[in-house]
């Protein structure tokens, strides 16, 4: 059984490919599962790390606004278009994969495009609500069309019912408790706000929460447990030292990165967030409230879509970007964080919005598609 996926550009399409993928190694030892991505991409390094085979071929995205920089990128984004299309198919027939999976991203349409032509079995799955050009291109090509979450249905012009698969997420974020998270990391007895703008940083959540600390550090009501991103760190701290701020308080931590985020987000009692689709679902498995600032930086707003699927489940407030300051965010905090039922029933919501079986709902899917090809 050979299974072939292709996906790239963000982790958030990298990373349900791998998930599902290290699914089936763990299902079937001999099985070869390999993954085509745009070379020199992050999903290089990723795939490498996970141990699978990886195969490059040179992609790029079309930009929507009109420029003259634009305009010489689209030319360029042609070339590539026709040239990623010969690659893939020279691929797909070296290694004529079984079942062809994309998980979203530029580089998924070339390769789902040629594998249909070859009348290999195809899929694709979407992680986020609002459905990204790929996956709108696709969905008439592939044999199996699957969602992460039921409000992308509407906005696809589908041929059959899809699957509704949820996204796959790591296996910490289904197991930890609170209490033990808590213990393992040494927290003190207060409640927990977990903050974080992805893994690069968001400015302005940056800021928001620089803003939140300085009004409520001396409290000591809260615990705050903040990730700047790579390129904030050092200016957050500069910030808070020149506001007052002792680095030293107990309910103060401050880091860069959060590389055990499954770890934090299970002692979290509030967490402040993108609205990036993996993100989102661990969220849900999790249980967590959330106050959810989509990026706006984001192709079609998608993360204003997959945030406001939380907020219509109770599980979460939104603020969009352009409505965020300090007060804003203060009042949403305290407005939620001491008060028990409202936490209770917000994490509730967000517990009956998870699909914890995300991986095995694929996994099912894509041998479903091997036994009947």
């Known amino acids: 059984m050979h299974i072939l996926f292709a996906g790239g550009?963000?982790?958030?399409?990298?990373?349900?490919a791998l998930?599902?993928?290290q699914y089936i190694a763990k299902k079937h030892p001999n099985a070869k599962i390999s993954y085509i991505g745009k070379k020199g991409g992050m999903e290089e390094r990723l795939v490498a790390a996970a141990g699978f085979d990886f195969y490059g071929i040179d992609v790029a995205g079309f930009q929507r606004k009109i420029s003259l920089k634009n305009i010489a990128?689209?030319?360029?984004?042609?070339?590539?278009?026709?040239?990623?299309?010969?690659?893939?198919?020279?691929?797909l027939k070296q290694l004529n994969p079984d079942v062809v999976v994309g998980t979203g991203g530029y580089v998924s349409g070339p390769v789902l495009r040629q594998a249909a032509k070859l009348g290999l079995r195809t899929a694709i799955h979407e992680q986020n609500a609002f459905p990204g050009v790929t996956t709108k291109m696709l969905v008439p090509l592939v044999d199996t069309v699957m969602l992460a979450m039921v409000e992308a249905k509407p906005r696809l012009k589908l041929k059959k019912a899809p699957?509704?698969?949820?996204?796959?997420?790591?296996?910490?974020f289904l197991t930890l408790s609170k209490q033990t998270a808590k213990k393992d990391l040494n927290l003190p007895d207060l409640p927990v706000l977990l903050s974080a703008g992805g893994?690069?940083?968001a400015a302005p959540i940056n800021n928001a929460v620089?803003?939140?600390i300085t009004a409520k550090w001396k409290d000591n009501d809260i615990l705050f447990l903040h990730a700047t991103g790579k390129g904030g760190y050092e200016k957050f701290i500069t910030e808070l030292k020149a506001r007052g701020v002792d680095l030293n308080a107990p309910n103060l931590i401050i880091k860069d990165y959060i590389d055990n985020m499954g770890q934090c987000?299970?002692?979290a009692d509030l967490v402040i967030a993108r609205a990036g689709a993996i993100t989102l679902s661990e969220l849900s498995v999790c249980g967590k409230p959330s106050i959810l600032i989509p990026s706006p930086y984001v192709a079609e707003n998608h993360q204003f879509h997959n945030a406001m699927s939380l907020k219509r489940a109770g599980a979460a407030e939104v603020i969009e970007?352009?409505?965020?300051?300090?007060?804003?965010?203060?009042d949403t905090v305290e407005n939620i964080i001491h008060n028990n039922s409202k936490l209770t029933k917000m994490g509730s919501s967000a517990k009956e919005n998870a699909i914890p079986d995300s991986c095995k709902r694929i996994y099912d899917e894509i041998m479903r598609l091997y036994t009947t090809k």
């Open 9 to 16: 550009g963000t982790a958030g399409h990298i990373n349900p």
């Open 199 to 201: 893994s690069l940083g």
């Open 321 to 330: 970007e352009k409505d965020l300051n300090s007060t804003k965010l203060l």
């Open 163 to 172: 699957v509704i698969t949820g996204n796959p997420v790591r296996e910490d």
């Open 265 to 267: 987000m299970a002692a």
């Open 210 to 212: 620089l803003d939140l």
């Open 19 to 21: 998930a599902v993928a």
């Open 73 to 91: 990128r689209n030319i360029s984004a042609a070339e590539k278009a026709i040239t990623s299309s010969v690659r893939a198919k020279r691929l």
